[in-house]
């Protein structure tokens, strides 16, 4: 999917396409109810939130674009955060980028730019 397509997905949308990405190579014989992979998503996000804080919230550029972002998704935030992770995580990059930042980056980079 594109970064437009996904912007235009719901939360729900958007954790039940991380779970379905993150359970995919372990494919059961019944497939995962939505509510199963959100619980999946949320898990994972969980498990990796101070590795998703290392590697966003050092950027000065990303709490720049956070500062002065027009919208809550700004395409150049998007860009950077999906940058940011891109390679570094086993999932869509664009996913992830686009959930932390409707969940909102402050939240996560709190702790760090304080």
């Known amino acids: 999917m594109t970064i437009e397509e996904l912007r235009g997905l719901s939360e729900h949308d958007l ?3 991380i779970g379905r ?3 995919q190579a372990d ?3 019944f497939p995962f109810q939505p509510e199963q992979l959100i619980r ?3 898990d994972w ?3 990796r939130r101070q590795s998703l804080r290392s590697l966003l919230c050092n950027d000065a550029r990303l709490r720049e674009l956070c500062q ?3 919208a809550a998704e700004d395409g150049l935030l998007i860009g950077h955060v999906v940058g940011l992770l891109a390679d570094r995580i086993e999932i869509h990059a664009g996913l992830v ?3 932390l930042i ?3 980056l402050h939240g996560l980079c709190g702790p760090v730019w304080r």
């Open 15 to 17: 954790l039940v396409a």
């Open 21 to 23: 990405e993150l359970v």
């Open 27 to 29: 494919t059961p014989a």
């Open 40 to 42: 999946v998503a949320n």
């Open 45 to 47: 996000l969980a498990q």
């Open 68 to 70: 002065h972002a027009s």
């Open 97 to 99: 980028a686009i959930l």
């Open 102 to 104: 409707r969940r909102g």
